[in-house]
């Protein structure tokens, strides 16, 4: 069993930052990739970014790029995602996530509870 726990979510105004983090614990030996998701109200669950464990695999949703980052500290088993000039069309509940790439596409398996992101105007 994979157990993935989020932080960092908040209240931000249009324009700024907020950095998430997520810790795995558990079963983390079948893990060779981690991603983060969200899913704004009456919207479908949307991949955002994910990135490899050992490799140097990374992927960005098209409305993200450039705007946000997401990156990993292996020693600690936290994967991060640092979001920049965010907008009120960010504003969702955002899922950490635990899986693993198959050829160029990430495949989530694992999930956490969530954490709130929302954007003001």
């Known amino acids: 069993q994979v157990t993935l726990a989020e932080s960092g979510g908040g209240l931000v105004q249009a324009g700024g930052s907020l950095s998430l983090s997520c810790v795995v614990s558990?079963?983390?030996?079948?893990?060779?990739?981690m991603g983060w998701y969200r899913q704004a109200p009456g919207k479908q669950r949307e991949l955002v970014a994910a990135i490899s464990i050992l490799g140097s695999i990374t992927t960005y949703r098209d409305s993200v790029k450039g705007r946000f980052t997401i990156s990993r500290d292996n020693a600690k088993n936290t994967v991060y995602l640092q979001m920049n000039s965010l907008k009120a069309e960010d504003t969702a509940v955002y899922y950490c996530n635990a899986g693993y790439y198959g050829g160029s596409t990430y495949y989530p398996t694992n999930w956490g509870q969530g954490t709130q992101v929302t954007v003001s105007s």
């Open positions: 558990g079963s983390i030996f079948s893990i060779n990739a």
